[in-house]
């Protein structure tokens, strides 16, 4: 039986309708390894191999190519999603386009190439967001936030394209990194919803990944990691553990409350660290990172939809979403399902 809430300010909103899609080419550990190291001795590479897969956990990931642009799929996967929710694309009354930068355009908005793939005129208020890793929590929390204030439905399409940046000469980012798109179409409820919201961002800590502006530099960037030790990993956390507790505190519910546990997946290796730090059970997380890689902020929607599609997701379930990412950007969220 579910703890009783505390009183609180809960948003009555629905996430109506998901989906996910992994772009492009599967594209194997093995053949990641290759491109980076190419090793001609079979046994070393079949121990780099190894090594690589234990070290991250990502047995695949997805690369898209040059002509898998966020506007076609993002149009495609917001259009799934609209229909699994029953509404149509003329009722969306805001479009958020989420991305690390890596979208189609610069400016205008990719939202508004979204916007024009479905047909939607005047109607409608598209921006991109960027807030590294945490994009999806951000922009649902916007979402929520613009629906209790009186707009109507809103799409979300979170694109992380990070090998557009990514060379096999950077070969840490490059042997973790893969690309995913995902979906989600929220609405007005009557019950449910949001239940707690906590976002923050410690610009002091900064984080130790960057993607430099390349009309800055003058030439074409790529993802760098400025630095990588326990330190950073210890931060990241720390400050998962502070959000949870917040969110938690303030509706009077534990872990052992929540149906459903959702934290960001940065790559199979971290994401179990974070699974044995709060002790989850196997039965309440989704594990994607194994098969998709390190996919930014996509990574929460896309475990979203996977939970949704393979689990037994009824009304009044509680998911808990957790996350941190470059900036250091960090929340967590909690969502219960409406009963009506």
Not at 132 to 142: N, R, S, Y
Request: with cysteine.
């Amino acid at each position: 039986m579910h703890a009783a809430l505390k009183s609180s300010q809960t948003v009555a909103v629905e996430i109506a309708g998901t989906s996910a899609i992994a772009p492009g080419r599967k594209v194997t550990t093995e053949a990641v390894v290759a491109a980076a190291h190419g090793f001609a001795d079979k046994e070393k590479f079949e121990l780099r191999v190894r090594s690589v897969k234990r070290k991250t956990g990502i047995e695949t990931r997805y690369f898209a190519g040059p002509d898998d642009l966020c506007e076609n799929l993002g149009t495609e996967a917001l259009r799934i999603a609209l229909s699994e929710a029953g509404i149509e694309p003329q009722a969306l009354e805001r479009i958020i386009f989420v991305s690390s930068g890596l979208g189609d355009l610069v400016f205008p908005a990719t939202a508004n190439l979204i916007c024009r793939g479905l047909e939607i005129r005047d109607t409608c208020d598209c921006f991109d967001l960027n807030n590294a890793c945490m994009g999806f929590l951000t922009a649902l929390d916007i979402a929520a936030c613009g629906i209790a204030a009186g707009s109507g439905p809103v799409g979300i399409v979170v694109a992380d394209f990070p090998t557009r940046a990514t060379t096999p000469t950077d070969i840490r980012p490059y042997l973790v990194f893969g690309d995913a798109l995902a979906a989600v179409v929220v609405k007005k409820a009557a019950s449910g919803g949001i239940l707690a919201s906590f976002l923050r961002n410690d610009g002091i800590t900064f984080g130790n990944v960057l993607l430099r502006n390349s009309a800055i530099t003058g030439v074409r960037e790529t993802i760098q990691f400025t630095d990588y030790n326990e330190v950073i990993e210890d931060q990241a956390i720390e400050a998962l553990k502070k959000c949870i507790s917040v969110v938690l505190e303030r509706t009077n519910l534990s872990m052992a409350d929540m149906d459903w546990i959702l934290p960001h997946q940065p790559n199979g290796e971290i994401f179990n660290n974070i699974v044995s730090e709060f002790q989850l059970p196997a039965e309440k997380i989704v594990p994607v990172a194994i098969e998709i890689g390190s996919t930014g902020a996509a990574a929460i929607p896309y475990s979203l939809d996977r939970l949704i599609r393979t689990r037994n997701v009824v009304p009044g379930d509680r998911i808990l979403f957790a996350g941190v990412g470059g900036g250091i950007a960090y929340g967590a969220m909690i969502y219960e399902v409406p009963r009506s």
